[in-house]
Every structure is written in C-alpha cells, then in structure tokens.
C-alpha cells in the first residue's frame, strides 16, 4: 500500500499544479471587456448575426422536412426566433472575448484595440473579408484542384508499388 501511496504522490502533485496552472491562465474582467471591445471592432456582430440566423434556419429546415405543410408557420416562428434570440448574439461575442484574452494580455488587447482604431487598422477590417474570400475561392477553384489532382496521382503511384492499380 505504501509503495502505491508512493507512486500516485508525484500524479497527485502534477494535477494540483496543472489545475493551479489553468486556474491562473483565467482572464481578468479588465481584459475579456478590453477583449470585447476588440471583438466589436473586428465586426463581431456582422460575424454573429449569421451564426443565430442559420440556427433558426436549419432548425426550420429539419422541421420542414418533417411537416412540409407547416411551412407558412414555420417562416412566421422563424422570423419571430430570428428576433427572439437575436440578443444572444452578445453570449457569442463574450465567448469569443475571454477566448481572445486567454491568449493576450489587457496591455496587448488595448494595443490590438488602438491598432484596429487607426486608419491602418480600419483599412485592414475592411479590406480583411474580401482578402479572406478571395483566398477561399483561390483555394475552391485552383489550389484544391490542383492538390487533389496531385494527391490523387501520389496515391496511384504508391498503391502501385504495391501492387494495387487504382
């Protein structure tokens, strides 16, 4: 029993510290708001309203695929939802804050706010959404085709050498 005792003290000691570790890393007040400001900046709520409209609507969708003739009040609660929870767009950008400050300091999130602040900062969340769609369908239309078509030669080539023919 001693020699179990013995062996489970360092595993014991390893958890507290790890808890310890975690229960350190939680964020101030001070920085989740400095996070939340952040957030905002960056069109958290352009970002969000999306989120709650889909839910509504593939909840509708599930629905309607159940009860096809519901459709007419189906629309009428969705559109009642759409308005019902959209509040709950702020449980989204809180969630997004204290994630933002469990990476970054409150000194650092007050400088990224001052940085999205300036005409550089403003220039870049304007500019960012495109740069982003444009990069996605860069990899929709060329990038992945290429990869996968590339991919799909590397398997055949490999599964030739051992003797399978794809």
Do not use: C, W
């Not at 400088?111 to 990899?139: A, C, H, R, W, Y």
Request: without cysteine; aromatic residues 6%.
């Amino acid at each position: 029993m001693n020699k179990f005792l013995a062996r489970l003290a360092p595993v014991v000691l390893a958890a507290q510290m790890l808890a310890g570790a975690a229960l350190a890393q939680q964020p101030t007040p001070a920085a989740i708001a400095a996070a939340k400001e952040l957030v905002e900046l960056k069109g958290g709520s352009q970002m969000f309203d999306p989120v709650i409209n889909s839910i509504v609507e593939q909840t509708k969708g599930a629905l309607l695929q159940t009860n096809p003739q519901l459709a007419k009040d189906l629309n009428d609660v969705a559109t009642q939802l759409r308005t019902e929870f959209a509040p709950r767009r702020d449980e989204l950008m809180t969630e997004a804050a204290k994630r933002y400050a469990m990476r970054f300091s409150e000194a650092e999130l007050k400088e990224l706010t001052t940085f999205f602040k300036s005409n550089l900062g403003k220039k870049m969340i304007q500019q960012e959404p495109q740069v982003l769609d444009e990069t996605f369908g860069f990899v929709q239309q060329q990038f992945g085709p290429r990869v996968a078509e590339e991919a799909m030669n590397r398997y055949r080539t490999e599964m030739k050498k051992k003797g399978h023919n794809l």
